[in-house]
């Protein structure tokens, strides 16, 4: 609608925050706490899986064979321990992250749904081929809800400086 919107979405030391304010003035989202500290470690969870997968060898994570194509990854930081089922295609490429320890939240209330994120396409950037389409999906009674349309341009590993 034109109206400038400003958001904060911070994570660090177990501790997740988001506040939105509308004009920069009004805060319309506050929300923090227990619901959304766990919510943002799956969050933290998913990124490694997606991002930096050199990052899964951390000793905060426990794994569990499911079956053929599929793993639980159980990750605890701090006193915050959550849990994701990771499936893979016969290549063994990453298709699926699925984690029934995450909240939805206005702000206000927070609800538990399953989250996950199907990859939609693979593509070569830098000589790795990635994940370079997926879906980000709350599981919603009603139906699936996607809030989140994952496009990978381009990626930098080990930058030494910001430009």
Not at 37 to 56: R, Y
Not at 69 to 79: L, P, S
Not at 130 to 158: H, Q, T
Request: hydrophobic fraction near 40%; glycine fraction near 6%; aromatic fraction near 12%.
């Amino acid at each position: 609608m034109g109206v400038p919107v400003v958001g904060l979405h911070l994570y660090k030391n177990e501790t997740a925050t988001m506040v939105i304010k509308l004009l920069n003035l009004f805060k319309v989202v506050d929300a923090k706490g227990h619901e959304m500290n766990q919510a943002e470690t799956v969050t933290v969870l998913n990124d490694m899986c997606f991002m930096a997968p050199g990052s899964l060898i951390n000793k905060n994570i426990t794994w569990k064979t499911l079956d053929a194509g599929q793993v639980k990854a159980t990750f605890t930081n701090g006193q915050i321990t959550v849990s994701a089922i990771i499936t893979f295609d016969d290549e063994g490429k990453l298709v699926n992250f699925l984690s029934y320890d995450r909240f939805e939240t206005d702000g206000k209330t927070f609800t538990n749904l399953p989250w996950e994120t199907p990859v939609k396409e693979y593509r070569t950037v830098n000589g790795y081929k990635l994940p370079s389409k997926a879906d980000v999906i709350y599981k919603r009674p009603e139906g699936d809800f996607c809030y989140l349309e994952f496009r990978l341009e381009e990626i930098k590993y080990n930058v030494i400086s910001f430009k």
